[in-house]
């Protein structure tokens, strides 16, 4: 078994609007102090984390071979992502995301999805798993593809050759994922919804009464995060929680693709759940300081610092 990871899902570039006082009222204007382009989408952010933290990290995706694809594809070399699985489609657009931050809320997003709802699974590589530590899915509900069969393929494929499986999902009101999570999570060894998706997906009131629902599904582990309120787990031995660290935040874009890239690194260094999702707390600390999804992921001394001065609020809960 080697130590590479794959990235599969959304890449998209994020057009990122820094807070506004307030959203318009139809036909009004607002100001944002800035507007800028990064790489986007899920599987990208947790890639481009990955690979600052040293990991060998493929991203497997699509984008269309117009001005945002090449931006894209550049700017993930740039950051040392492996791209051998990485399509750029003629004849397609590049999904894209805008990104609206207001004071005093919780960001909105408004995605076309572009390429990501093409056939380019049909393309992946049958050697995808070769050599494959992990394999994390990212953003399913958002985009058409990979279609149900195609993942459970992948998974099934993946388990039987000892790769560890994560998936990340992204709730579109109108769309129910349960069905599809019932044939996937049997398959999944972490699986890692956020608070609102956990509620309106299960119809449960608590976090943990949810991760628990997934995990009677057959997940091996789940994770429900919960923002500046933490987390709570359930695994086979258990459930618990963990609050997170007390930081300026400044976007939330990103976080939870951060908090992955946080949990496969330790879990690559061979460290317990719990460990890992500390982990992934400090990685999604810091990109919640710096505007967009990329920016603020940290390369392995900047994470050193970051736990150095958060280490005391999860050693006293030992």
């Not at 080697?2 to 009004?28: E, M």
């Not at 994390?136 to 050759?161: C, M, N, Q, T, Y």
């Not at 710096?290 to 280490?311: N, S, T």
């Amino acid at each position: 078994m080697g130590s590479k990871v794959i990235c599969l899902g959304a890449v998209v570039a994020d057009l990122v609007a820094l807070p506004v006082t307030s959203l318009p009222a139809p036909g009004g204007s607002a100001r944002s102090p800035e507007i800028t382009l990064h790489i986007g989408g899920c599987a990208a952010n947790s890639a481009t984390g990955l690979a600052r933290l040293g990991r060998e990290v493929h991203l497997c995706g699509a984008v269309g071979a117009d001005p945002f694809g090449h931006f894209l594809k550049d700017a993930l070399q740039k950051e040392g992502v492996h791209l051998d699985h990485f399509q750029v489609r003629a004849g397609h657009r590049t999904g894209s995301t805008f990104v609206i931050n207001t004071e005093g809320e919780d960001r909105r997003f408004i995605s076309d999805t572009g390429a990501n709802d093409g056939d380019w699974p049909q393309q992946v590589s049958k050697n995808l798993l070769d050599d494959a530590a992990v394999i994390s899915v990212h953003a399913h509900g958002l985009a058409d593809r990979p279609h149900l069969d195609e993942l459970v393929a992948w998974f099934k494929a993946a388990r039987a050759g000892g790769t560890r499986v994560i998936l990340d999902i992204i709730r579109i009101p109108g769309r129910s994922l349960m069905e599809e999570l019932e044939a996937l999570l049997p398959h999944v060894d972490l699986f890692t919804p956020n608070e609102q998706e956990a509620l309106a997906l299960t119809g449960e009131s608590e976090a943990t009464t949810a991760a628990d629902r997934f995990r009677q599904m057959g997940a091996q582990a789940v994770v429900v995060t919960r923002g500046e309120d933490g987390l709570v787990w359930v695994d086979s031995e258990g459930a618990g929680s963990l609050p997170a660290p007390s930081v300026q935040e400044v976007d939330a874009t990103g976080c939870g693709d951060g908090f992955i890239a946080g949990c496969i690194d330790a879990g690559l260094d061979g460290l317990s759940l719990r460990d890992q999702l500390i982990r992934g707390s400090m990685v999604g600390a810091l990109v919640s300081q710096k505007p967009g999804a990329i920016v603020g992921l940290p390369d392995r001394q900047e994470l050193e610092l970051m736990f150095q001065k958060h280490q005391s609020l999860y050693s006293e809960l030992s």
